[in-house]
């Protein structure tokens, strides 16, 4: 199984930006990639995906043209770009791959195989 460390959260003021790193212990190239978040008393929602290839993204409406998700196939690696951060965007962000097509979409978390232990990225106002 690939195991995956989430890096780049921190404290971010409103407005500001901040780009998180999934770094895998494998290679990834044939799988699709994820980023979620949860915030504090709050299920765990979809951000982000993106296909083997990265000629296919999709993003979750609250984060629309605010982030982009990226891949480095050659350095194993996924990488969460963030701007225009928000107080509600305060979350951990997990990082998650998907080792085989369940067709459940890649905007469910159940798609996901294996998931990092996540970076906190708290957005102050």
């Not at 290679?27 to 979620?36: C, L």
Request: charged residues 20%; neutral net charge; glycine residues 10%.
């Amino acid at each position: 199984q690939v195991r995956l460390v989430e890096s780049g959260g921190g404290l971010v003021q409103a407005g500001g930006s901040a780009r998180l790193s999934c770094a895998a212990s494998g290679r990834i190239s044939m799988y699709a990639m994820g980023w979620f978040r949860q915030a504090p008393g709050k299920e765990r929602e979809f951000v982000a995906a993106i296909t083997q290839s990265g000629e296919d993204t999709y993003y979750a409406e609250s984060v629309k043209f605010r982030f982009t998700i990226s891949r480095d196939n050659a350095r194993n690696s996924v990488h969460l770009q963030m701007n225009s951060l928000k107080p509600e965007d305060t979350a951990v962000y997990y990082c998650a791959v998907r080792n085989q097509d369940y067709g459940l979409g890649l905007r469910s978390s159940l798609e996901y195989d294996n998931w990092g232990q996540g970076t906190q990225v708290t957005v102050s106002s």
